[in-house]
């Protein structure tokens, strides 16, 4: 090592101190390394510390660079490489001004030679024992079964690439031996060569400076690394058994935690389960079917060892073997309503894209759940394809439920906040089954109730709204009656939450009925959306979970689901072309007046500014040129259309105007969106900007040259109903394709660090001081004085 011998004492005496961890022992040894890479001179023999660059052209060389580097070196220094050109520069006068420039061949015999005679003490604070074992002298070579000959037919047989190269090394062996006899320099040389080069692309064909060949070489590393590779390909990940995969497809109707599963997957999908005196009459009726009928078996295993297939035998042999079935035998059972399965979505990102969920086995071809699960797992239903697990012992199915169960995945632990909660349809159809002018005859209240628990649940029904001249019921009393079906319920919910359309004044007497009141668990005033019932720390689902539990909360937002679907199917939610028309219905003829008016306001303003722009009058903004100035203010006037004109599309609407609605409980959409389809599209831009110039000064052939106006550089004034001219359609699709473009670039930055992250993280572990501990360096940071629940 380049470094003094009280240095490496120094070192020798911090590395083998007990109290040294792992990680300060490779900051230590990195910078040891670092100041030997810096030194210029050698402290014991004062020769020159030089560079090694690939040779060019020549692959598996390194090119030692023997010549002094560094201009202060004192000229005593003898460089023996050097002195040996003493003999040839007295012939060639010419060789003076190269010798120092020379360099000598650094090839891994060298390499080897050296690293055989670094000194035992410099070993250890190197942290190598052997550092001569880092080169190869001898190559492994795989069993057969490692790299099997293939079939090819009538054409006869085909070698691993493997095989292929382990010959080309025998013959390029037996190649040098034989030059090496002959004596011949050249020959040697260019054999050794041969060798060194069939050496590395066994190892690695990858190295760059091989020579290329017209086929690749699968070589060793190649079959490790990567992510089709034998450590994340076949040990990390792999092929399991009793799982399936198909088209997931959504179903209002099952609980939150179920899944439903199709019959052909779950006569598949077998559970072993052991025999006992509870179990006997079932298994048994389980054996008489067979595989073929659900729910029945496909295997006995007895207690003696012996397996037997139903599927190959007949029902007189099935009776006989379910007459003899004893406590203690196994029976692999088909997949049946209960079971614990793992439900997963990939990409897995976070910890909620597996969970447990129980099976209900259904006719179909499709897992079916319900869309309240749809966001932790991210799916939606146009194609998306889900995996299943059946866990095949009563401990993994325990560590599943208790671990990985839909309960435990309520709350994400990211934020807090409530992942599984109501969405879209079920927002839309609370919203409107909870306004003011929404009352129900006793029969259709009753089937309401029906709806909502499927007439499994006793219920008290309330009180009538309306006694005379007929009895009534509300909306809002039949989400009093969801939260609390009965008075043995002790679901009692207290809540106010101010909703999206509440005007902030008068609370519960708001003309628009946007403030929400629960009192002991009845509805008093407001109309449910999405913050109520959807994952806020303010709503009504994580006020379940916070005061009466997990399993009331699955409860009320199961039945929320079949109570809203159930009525919305009945009541009709259509969305037509008119829903859209501006000129249409009560408040269109404003909307179109109102956008009208505030384009051309804005207009005006952008007049404004391009003017002065063009009288060199306009005050720039600090930082920025009389350019960017104008095209900061443009931007932002008529970025502001498109918010007026939604906010107002909100305002003047009908109120039964369907995407208004929407809109209005959260379920889908948003104010620019009604303004988008309905008024104007608003402007586009590229990365922040507006559409610069991308011909002569100008952004398409259709404009003048340097114009500046809304229209010519990216500004949509014509919505989607009205149809798009043929620039604004142009520049509509640049500002789409930029989405598309960050989408896909983000999603592969993002899993790729997030696949770092982990890997440094996975051996981190909360002891039991609840102090996050690495394996080697032990505690990362201490927790003082904090309460974790």
């Given at each position: 090592?380049?470094?003094?011998?009280?240095?490496l004492d120094?070192y020798?005496?911090?590395l083998?101190?007990?109290?040294?961890?792992d990680?300060?022992?490779q900051m230590?040894?990195?910078?040891i390394l670092h100041t030997?890479?810096t030194?210029?001179?050698?402290?014991?023999?004062?020769y020159?510390n030089?560079?090694?660059?690939k040779?060019?052209g020549?692959?598996?060389?390194l090119?030692h660079?023997v010549g002094?580097?560094?201009?202060?070196?004192?000229?005593?220094?003898?460089l023996?490489?050097?002195d040996?050109?003493t003999e040839a520069k007295?012939?060639?006068k010419?060789?003076?001004?190269y010798?120092?420039?020379a360099?000598?061949?650094f090839n891994?015999?060298?390499?080897?030679e050296?690293?055989k005679r670094?000194?035992?003490?410099?070993?250890?604070?190197?942290?190598f024992q052997r550092?001569e074992q880092l080169l190869?002298?001898s190559?492994?070579?795989?069993?057969v079964?490692?790299r099997?000959?293939?079939s090819m037919?009538?054409k006869?047989?085909r070698?691993?690439d493997?095989?292929?190269v382990?010959?080309?090394?025998v013959?390029?062996?037996?190649?040098?031996?034989?030059?090496l006899?002959?004596?011949?320099?050249?020959?040697?040389?260019?054999?050794?060569?041969f060798?060194?080069e069939?050496c590395?692309r066994?190892?690695n064909?990858?190295i760059s400076?091989l020579?290329?060949k017209?086929?690749s070489?699968r070589s060793?590393?190649?079959?490790?690394?990567?992510k089709e590779g034998r450590f994340?390909?076949n040990?990390s990940?792999?092929r399991?058994?009793?799982?399936?995969?198909?088209?997931?497809s959504p179903d209002?109707n099952?609980s939150?935690e179920?899944?439903?599963?199709?019959?052909?997957v779950?006569?598949?999908?077998?559970f072993?389960?052991k025999?006992?005196?509870?179990?006997?009459?079932r298994?048994?009726?389980?054996?008489?079917r067979?595989?073929?009928?659900?729910p029945?078996?496909c295997?006995?295993?007895?207690?003696d060892?012996?397996t037997?297939?139903l599927?190959?035998?007949?029902?007189?042999?099935?009776?006989?073997i379910a007459d003899?079935?004893?406590?203690?035998d196994?029976?692999e059972?088909?997949?049946r309503?209960?079971?614990?399965?793992l439900f997963?979505r990939?990409?897995?990102?976070?910890?909620?894209?597996i969970?447990?969920h129980?099976a209900?086995?259904m006719p179909g071809?499709?897992?079916r759940?319900?869309?309240?699960?749809?966001?932790?797992y991210?799916?939606?239903f146009?194609?998306?394809?889900m995996n299943?697990h059946l866990?095949?012992?009563?401990?993994?199915?325990a560590?599943a439920?208790?671990?990985?169960?839909?309960?435990?995945?309520?709350?994400t632990?990211?934020s807090g906040e409530v992942?599984?909660?109501a969405?879209?349809d079920?927002l839309?159809?609370?919203?409107l089954?909870?306004?003011?002018d929404?009352f129900?005859s006793?029969d259709?209240?009753?089937?309401l109730?029906c709806f909502?628990s499927?007439?499994?649940?006793?219920?008290?029904?309330?009180p009538?709204?309306?006694?005379k001249?007929?009895?009534?019921?509300?909306?809002?009393q039949?989400i009093?009656?969801?939260l609390?079906?009965n008075?043995?319920s002790k679901?009692?919910?207290?809540?106010?939450?101010?909703?999206?359309n509440?005007?902030?004044?008068d609370?519960?007497l708001?003309?628009n009925d946007g403030y929400?009141?629960?009192?002991?668990?009845?509805l008093l005033?407001g109309?449910?959306?999405?913050k109520v019932l959807g994952g806020?720390k303010?709503?009504?689902f994580?006020?379940?979970?916070?005061?009466c539990?997990?399993?009331a909360?699955?409860?009320c937002m199961?039945?929320i689901a079949k109570?809203?679907?159930?009525w919305?199917?009945?009541r009709?939610?259509t969305?037509?072309?008119?829903?859209v028309?501006?000129e249409?219905g009560?408040g269109g003829?404003k909307?179109?007046?109102e956008?009208?008016?505030?384009?051309?306001e804005k207009?005006?303003m952008v007049?404004?500014?391009i003017?002065?722009?063009?009288?060199?009058t306009?005050e720039?903004?600090?930082g920025?040129?009389a350019e960017?100035?104008?095209?900061?203010?443009v931007n932002?006037?008529l970025?502001r259309?498109?918010?007026l004109?939604g906010?107002?599309?909100?305002?003047?609407l009908?109120f039964f105007?369907?995407p208004?609605i929407m809109a209005?409980?959260?379920?889908?959409g948003s104010?620019i969106?009604?303004c988008?389809?309905?008024?104007c599209v608003?402007q586009?831009n590229?990365?922040?900007?507006?559409?610069?110039?991308?011909f002569?000064n100008r952004?398409?052939?259709?404009f003048?040259?340097?114009?500046?106006e809304?229209?010519?550089?990216?500004?949509v004034?014509?919505s989607f109903y009205s149809g798009l001219?043929?620039?604004?359609?142009?520049?509509h699709?640049?500002g789409?394709?930029?989405g598309?473009?960050?989408?896909?670039?983000?999603t592969?930055?993002?899993?790729?660090?997030?696949?770092r992250?982990?890997k440094a993280?996975?051996?981190l572990?909360?002891?039991?001081?609840?102090?996050p501990?690495?394996?080697k360096?032990g505690?990362i940071?201490?927790?003082v004085g904090v309460?974790?629940?």
């Amino acid at each position: 090592l380049l470094l003094p011998t009280d240095t490496l004492d120094k070192y020798k005496r911090r590395l083998r101190k007990p109290q040294t961890d792992d990680l300060t022992r490779q900051m230590l040894q990195k910078r040891i390394l670092h100041t030997c890479k810096t030194t210029r001179l050698c402290p014991h023999c004062s020769y020159h510390n030089t560079s090694f660059r690939k040779g060019p052209g020549v692959p598996l060389i390194l090119r030692h660079a023997v010549g002094p580097t560094n201009k202060q070196a004192p000229e005593e220094v003898s460089l023996p490489f050097i002195d040996s050109f003493t003999e040839a520069k007295a012939f060639n006068k010419d060789l003076e001004s190269y010798a120092d420039k020379a360099s000598e061949d650094f090839n891994p015999l060298v390499a080897y030679e050296l690293m055989k005679r670094i000194p035992p003490n410099d070993r250890e604070i190197l942290g190598f024992q052997r550092p001569e074992q880092l080169l190869l002298t001898s190559l492994p070579v795989p069993p057969v079964c490692i790299r099997p000959t293939v079939s090819m037919g009538d054409k006869g047989t085909r070698e691993d690439d493997l095989t292929m190269v382990i010959g080309e090394i025998v013959e390029a062996n037996s190649a040098l031996q034989t030059q090496l006899q002959r004596g011949l320099p050249r020959q040697v040389l260019e054999a050794w060569e041969f060798l060194q080069e069939a050496c590395a692309r066994y190892v690695n064909s990858e190295i760059s400076g091989l020579q290329v060949k017209p086929k690749s070489v699968r070589s060793i590393c190649t079959r490790l690394k990567g992510k089709e590779g034998r450590f994340r390909g076949n040990l990390s990940g792999k092929r399991v058994d009793f799982s399936g995969r198909t088209v997931i497809s959504p179903d209002p109707n099952v609980s939150v935690e179920q899944v439903v599963i199709p019959e052909w997957v779950a006569k598949r999908m077998t559970f072993p389960e052991k025999v006992c005196e509870a179990s006997m009459n079932r298994l048994r009726m389980a054996i008489m079917r067979g595989p073929e009928e659900h729910p029945g078996a496909c295997f006995v295993k007895t207690s003696d060892g012996r397996t037997k297939f139903l599927g190959a035998l007949k029902k007189p042999f099935r009776k006989q073997i379910a007459d003899s079935l004893k406590c203690g035998d196994l029976v692999e059972r088909h997949m049946r309503n209960g079971d614990i399965v793992l439900f997963n979505r990939q990409p897995s990102l976070h910890r909620l894209s597996i969970m447990a969920h129980r099976a209900k086995v259904m006719p179909g071809r499709t897992f079916r759940f319900n869309e309240c699960v749809c966001a932790p797992y991210n799916a939606d239903f146009d194609g998306d394809e889900m995996n299943i697990h059946l866990p095949q012992t009563e401990e993994a199915r325990a560590e599943a439920m208790q671990l990985m169960g839909v309960r435990d995945g309520l709350v994400t632990p990211k934020s807090g906040e409530v992942a599984i909660c109501a969405t879209q349809d079920f927002l839309t159809g609370a919203f409107l089954l909870t306004q003011k002018d929404v009352f129900l005859s006793r029969d259709k209240f009753c089937q309401l109730c029906c709806f909502l628990s499927d007439g499994l649940e006793v219920i008290d029904l309330p009180p009538p709204a309306i006694l005379k001249p007929c009895e009534l019921w509300t909306g809002k009393q039949a989400i009093s009656v969801m939260l609390r079906p009965n008075h043995k319920s002790k679901v009692f919910v207290n809540l106010e939450v101010p909703e999206k359309n509440y005007t902030k004044k008068d609370q519960t007497l708001c003309h628009n009925d946007g403030y929400v009141l629960f009192r002991n668990s009845e509805l008093l005033s407001g109309n449910l959306g999405k913050k109520v019932l959807g994952g806020a720390k303010n709503g009504l689902f994580f006020r379940l979970i916070r005061d009466c539990g997990a399993r009331a909360a699955m409860d009320c937002m199961s039945r929320i689901a079949k109570l809203t679907s159930r009525w919305l199917m009945n009541r009709g939610f259509t969305i037509g072309i008119d829903d859209v028309n501006a000129e249409y219905g009560r408040g269109g003829g404003k909307v179109t007046y109102e956008k009208q008016r505030i384009t051309r306001e804005k207009y005006e303003m952008v007049g404004k500014y391009i003017g002065q722009y063009n009288q060199g009058t306009l005050e720039n903004k600090p930082g920025c040129n009389a350019e960017q100035t104008l095209e900061a203010l443009v931007n932002g006037e008529l970025g502001r259309i498109r918010d007026l004109v939604g906010g107002m599309c909100e305002e003047k609407l009908a109120f039964f105007n369907k995407p208004r609605i929407m809109a209005t409980c959260g379920s889908k959409g948003s104010p620019i969106n009604l303004c988008q389809m309905m008024a104007c599209v608003g402007q586009q831009n590229v990365g922040g900007q507006r559409i610069k110039d991308g011909f002569v000064n100008r952004t398409l052939p259709h404009f003048q040259k340097g114009s500046k106006e809304p229209k010519a550089r990216g500004f949509v004034a014509n919505s989607f109903y009205s149809g798009l001219e043929a620039p604004e359609f142009f520049f509509h699709t640049m500002g789409g394709r930029e989405g598309l473009v960050d989408t896909a670039v983000k999603t592969a930055e993002t899993g790729y660090m997030q696949r770092r992250l982990m890997k440094a993280l996975e051996d981190l572990a909360l002891k039991h001081l609840i102090e996050p501990r690495e394996m080697k360096t032990g505690i990362i940071w201490g927790i003082v004085g904090v309460i974790v629940l």
